[in-house]
Nanobody, 124 residues
């Protein structure tokens, strides 16, 4: 059974940092690209970042580029998202998603499993 379990969310002041984690199990983690997707209150899903299966290629949506770093540890079956200089507009539930593919290209929107999400709230 595929499981994706996010953690690391919380309440942080503007300008602060958080590191989200996603523990994966039930599939060969190192074979698949992974993404972070978020949903802000009252809004639809927004893709945030993706990383290829080997961790060599990454991509970010413009709103987080330069402030966030996606990474993975295939030995630990874990995906990460380091977020710095957080803004109130980053407030959302953050989900990790397993891609159907091993590369970043074509990964966006092509997911077959999701985690339950972790809440990130940026507020003073």
């Amino acid at each position: 059974e595929v499981q994706l379990v996010e953690s690391g969310g919380g309440l942080v002041q503007p300008g602060g940092s958080l590191r989200l984690s996603c523990a994966a199990s039930g599939f060969t983690f190192s074979r698949y690209a992974m993404s972070w997707v978020r949903q802000a209150p009252g809004k639809g899903l927004e893709w945030v970042s993706a990383i290829d299966s080997g961790g060599d290629s990454t991509s970010y949506t413009d709103s987080v580029k330069g402030r966030s770093t996606i990474s993975r540890d295939n030995a630990k079956n874990t995906l990460y998202l380091q977020m710095n200089s957080l803004k109130p507009e980053d407030t959302a539930v953050y989900y990790c998603a397993k891609s159907l593919y091993d590369s970043v290209a074509g990964t966006i929107g092509n997911y077959d499993y999701w985690g339950q999400g972790t809440q990130v709230t940026v507020s003073s």
